[in-house]
């Protein structure tokens, strides 16, 4: 007992520093976290006022999809919060407008909101190709459907039901619902100016699972685990800046705690140099003993 004592006290002393830096950012984490529950706030009152007497998912998902193509311009959100890498945050879409990545960001959080699952999708041209457009890809309740608030697309079937990714790669069925939506709404609509890739899912992911060798490792291990990659929606942390910093900082935190645990009580020598230069012992002790000394 006396020895676990000496290294937990021993643990306190040399990770002090490192506690005091883990408890910031998890205050920090805490910061973004509330932040990030008032921006949902906005978002579930805005979408449901928007589904309001609609029953069907599908309907919500079309029903988001249009409104969030009349909002506001198109042009490249700018704007970010903390980190300009991470892009806009879904309400600063929802306040400024954005291009295809930035509205679908919105749609997706915005179907979250409703409970909703949903993910973006990149539309590649090619196997080697850089993406070129993004839609959103959500679950309703015959399967999944694919929007696109760029142009204000979706992809019925005709009874009722809608096709996602799975159906429409491989098939014309995309640029053939374009090319119907051209005729139809006419010319002053800006469906005119889309282009058949947009509409062309051969190669289209949630996520580029062989972008690096980090991606192809989480990827062996889904399989591994029996999960098909290609299924699955995209995590919905990576299109949202403000949840993605919280959960960086909490892990970052958590990280620096551990780590110093394990070295402090599995290797004891690794922290000695650490250790405080003064004894351990309480104040008193080193009065009465320099009284002893002299008497």
């Given at each position: 007992?006396?020895?676990?004592?000496?290294?937990?006290?021993?643990?306190?002393?040399?990770?002090?520093?490192?506690?005091?830096?883990?408890?910031?950012?998890?205050?920090?984490?805490?910061?973004?976290?509330?932040?990030?529950?008032?921006?949902?706030?906005?978002?579930?009152?805005?979408a449901v006022a928007v589904t309001a007497r609609l029953t069907s998912d599908s309907a919500k998902i079309s029903a988001i999809n249009h409104?969030?193509?009349?909002?506001?311009?198109?042009?490249?959100?700018?704007?970010?919060?903390?980190?300009?890498?991470?892009?806009?945050?879904?309400?600063?879409?929802?306040?400024?407008?954005?291009?295809?990545?930035?509205?679908?960001?919105?749609?997706?959080?915005?179907?979250?909101?409703?409970?909703?699952?949903?993910?973006?999708?990149?539309?590649?041209?090619?196997?080697?190709?850089?993406?070129?457009?993004?839609?959103?890809?959500?679950?309703?309740?015959?399967?999944?459907?694919?929007?696109?608030?760029?142009?204000?697309?979706?992809?019925?079937?005709?009874?009722?039901?809608?096709?996602?990714?799975?159906?429409?790669?491989?098939?014309?069925?995309?640029?053939?619902?374009?090319?119907?939506?051209?005729?139809?709404?006419?010319?002053?609509?800006?469906?005119?100016?889309?282009?058949?890739?947009?509409?062309?899912?051969?190669?289209?992911?949630?996520?580029?699972?062989?972008?690096?060798?980090?991606?192809?490792?989480?990827?062996?291990?889904?399989?591994?685990?029996?999960y098909d990659p290609a299924q699955l929606l995209r995590p919905h942390f990576l299109e949202d800046p403000k949840l993605a910093l919280a959960?960086?900082?909490?892990?970052?935190?958590?990280?620096?705690?551990?780590?110093?645990?394990?070295?402090?009580?599995?290797?004891?020598?690794?922290?000695?140099?650490?250790?405080?230069?003064?004894?351990?012992?309480?104040?008193?002790?080193?009065?009465?003993?320099?009284?002893?000394?002299?008497?």
């Amino acid at each position: 007992m006396k020895l676990v004592g000496r290294r937990l006290l021993a643990w306190l002393y040399s990770t002090r520093s490192a506690a005091v830096f883990a408890a910031i950012l998890a205050a920090c984490a805490v910061g973004i976290w509330l932040s990030w529950v008032n921006d949902n706030a906005v978002l579930r009152e805005k979408a449901v006022a928007v589904t309001a007497r609609l029953t069907s998912d599908s309907a919500k998902i079309s029903a988001i999809n249009h409104w969030v193509y009349r909002n506001q311009g198109f042009a490249k959100n700018e704007r970010f919060f903390l980190v300009s890498t991470l892009g806009p945050t879904p309400n600063q879409v929802l306040e400024s407008g954005g291009d295809c990545g930035d509205k679908s960001r919105l749609v997706s959080a915005m179907l979250w909101q409703l409970r909703i699952n949903s993910g973006l999708a990149q539309i590649f041209p090619c196997q080697d190709c850089g993406p070129i457009h993004a839609v959103v890809e959500a679950e309703y309740e015959a399967g999944r459907m694919v929007v696109d608030p760029t142009w204000d697309v979706d992809y019925p079937t005709g009874d009722g039901k809608f096709l996602g990714i799975k159906e429409l790669a491989g098939t014309r069925h995309g640029r053939e619902h374009v090319a119907d939506l051209q005729w139809r709404r006419g010319a002053g609509d800006k469906v005119q100016l889309m282009p058949e890739s947009e509409a062309t899912f051969d190669f289209a992911v949630a996520v580029n699972w062989q972008k690096n060798a980090f991606s192809r490792a989480v990827a062996f291990g889904l399989r591994w685990l029996g999960y098909d990659p290609a299924q699955l929606l995209r995590p919905h942390f990576l299109e949202d800046p403000k949840l993605a910093l919280a959960l960086f900082l909490l892990i970052v935190a958590g990280m620096l705690l551990i780590t110093n645990f394990i070295l402090c009580f599995l290797f004891p020598g690794a922290t000695r140099k650490f250790r405080p230069s003064f004894p351990l012992q309480p104040p008193g002790s080193v009065v009465l003993g320099l009284h002893d000394k002299r008497g």
